[in-house]
């Protein structure tokens, strides 16, 4: 994970490595450092915390001077977070500079090598090791940066963007990608270095996506020279128009990022629609699944692929796809099914779900199907993203930069896009008549206004939220299609607000977790009218004789379940295939409460990132 930023130009560097940084925070925020090169000499400041804590302390002991830096904000792998262990390094001799997002896995031997040939290390981490291999190979060959960098990497084992910079070359950052995003924003007479475009999108519009294996030499006055780290041959670069733009990725009033997507989601949604959802037409047109229709059609099934809340995504378009489609679907967390030398064969097609379009377990596990012959299919929502390009086809959710940890607008434009592929393949199929057909494509397009009618529960679950605050223990309930929202509301609460929640299938409550069931137990309970309603009433039925407390998350005018739980909170009635769609956004809205309530940092929950990029 980590997030690095660099620039070189006419600009002082200081403000807009600063600024960058604290876009990128949601890919690591337990320390960070900044490097600057002022025409003389070479600057740096690092902490233990977040950007803001850099700030302080690169005001007290450094000048902020100059127009060439480097920057990074990190999520440990090697080495606890302290001050020591942030980024940037230095080389033993001082003139080497280093920024790194990823893992070296042979540091260890290198880093004996070099101990060997008299290098000292300050820090317990990885990155050092690489600066210094730089150095030596500098020393030992005459290199120059650039070649000196590309050697080095040649010989580490494992995942990197990377960023240096020489103070003998001052006119040139030498950066390199292999598994980690990095991103080149091309200005006039500068240049800005990014794990992703938010740190430069007010500076300039075009982009250059570094691919895997790829390095560059970013000099002053000169066009960006990518070149190939293993056989040295040159790549044309391609320049890519940004989409993005700086409201997307501020807060617009909203006191967190995470409030704010959830806010988002009727606009989300709609978005994922355009130009998919055509209802006078009857039509769902997706250029991914049109030109690849076959591969579909013909499969003898779909696994799914994902992690966290895309994986939670992936199960309900298990129950969609095979309920709409009669396609058979397997839903896997990419980090077993990439070690556990699954089945796959050219007749599957595997659907990879990412948000970030990074996670390294996800990545794995496409190349891994991609390796047996299978299709891969990619649901991402950051364009570009590595997932993006290592799918033989895909769809974007179009949810805009999600940038709170807690993923909520990702999951439900997931579920938006995943919901059009099935009905879609199931109009192909035959397996659902035109007029049912029809009949869904209106009830999606009504979603929007019923995300947007579900919100204005806001105040009451704030309520509820008080009430329960303290609640050492959740169980969170629901079944059908609604199963992998309760397991998507656990989730949402235990990462930003600490407290141990549990998501089950209603029914497998006998089995085991009723014992946990007394009067100290919150149960949520997804109750919508459409989904075994009366089972579930049931289950509410044995959760009070046990006096355990009852959240009901109810279809609007229901009487039933208000009777028995301590409280309902009602959310528009809608086709049961879509429900999650409007069942998840109380959910949203409960865990953020409690965790502002209990003083935690909501958009960056601890030990937690934004794009896991690490196994
Ligand atoms: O970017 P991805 O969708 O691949 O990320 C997968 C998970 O890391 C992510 O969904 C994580 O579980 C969220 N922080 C949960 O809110």
Redesign the pocket.
Known sequence: MCGIVGYIGHRQAYPIIIEGLKRLEYRGYDSAGIALYDGNSLNLSKTKGKVSDLEARSHAEMPIDGSIGIGHTRWATHGVPNDVNAHPHYSNSGNLVIIHNGIIENYDAIKKELINRGYTFQSDTDTEVLVNLIEEIQKQEGAKLGKAVQIALNQVVGAYAIAVFDKNKPNEIVIARLGSPLAVGVGENEFFIASDASPFIEYTKNAIYLEDEEMAIIRLGKEVKIRKIKDDSLVDPYVQELQMNLEQIEKSGYDHFMLKEIYEQPRAILDTFRGRLLSKEAIIKMAGVEDNMKKFLNADRIIIV??????HAGLVAEYIFEDLARIPVEVEYASEFRYRNPVITENDVVIA???????AD?LAAIKLAKSKGAFVFGVCNVVGSSIARETDAGAYTHAGPEIG???TK?FTTQITVLSLMALRLARAKGTISSSDFRRYLIELELIPNKVEKALQSDNYVKEISNIYKDSRNFLYLGRGFNFPVALEGA??LK?ISYIHAEGYPAAEMKHGPIALIDEQMPVVVIATKKGHYEKVVSNIQEIKSRKGKIIGIVTEGDVHVKELADHVIEVPETEETFSPLLTTIPLQLLSYHIAVMLGKNVDQPRN?A???TVE
């Open positions: 994902a992690c966290g809340t895309s994986w779900i990412s948000q970030s379009g990074e996670t996800t940890v807690a993923s990702a989730l949402k990462e937690l934004k794009s896991v």
